[in-house]
């Protein structure tokens, strides 16, 4: 079970279900502990999924605010809006009311 954890990284999600799956079935004692790290899997994907809705949605929200404030912006920018991370989006939209033309978003986005 430890070498199996420890190796958790490189495995994938696919493959340490399998495994999860074969030791309830193999060792009956053993399920409570595959049931928890299971469920440790599942809140995982949860917050991986919350996540990736927070950027998505801090992702349309820039684009809208930078829209409003400079019109409509060029799909190269709001290719690359869409490819930020939470923190940087979350940064971005602190800065919005200090750019005071397109080109600072541009440089913001390091185009």
């Known amino acids: 079970m430890r070498y199996i954890l420890s190796?958790?990284?490189q495995l994938s999600r696919d493959q340490l279900n399998t495994v999860i799956k074969q030791l309830e079935v193999t060792?009956?004692?053993g399920s409570e502990v595959t049931m928890t790290l299971a469920e440790v899997l599942r809140t995982e994907g949860k917050i991986e999924g919350i996540e990736e809705g927070e950027v998505?949605?801090?992702s349309k929200m820039a684009i809208k605010a930078l829209s409003k404030k400079f019109g409509i912006l060029p799909t190269e920018y709001r290719e690359k809006l869409a490819q930020l991370d939470l923190?940087?989006?979350?940064?971005l939209h602190e800065e919005i009311d200090n750019f005071k033309s397109i080109e600072d978003v541009k440089k913001f986005l390091g185009l």
Do not use: D
């Not at 923190?87 to 940064?91: M, S």
């Open 7 to 9: 190796s958790g990284p």
């Open 56 to 58: 998505r949605a801090y």
């Open 87 to 91: 923190i940087t989006l979350e940064t």
């Open 27 to 29: 060792y009956k004692k």
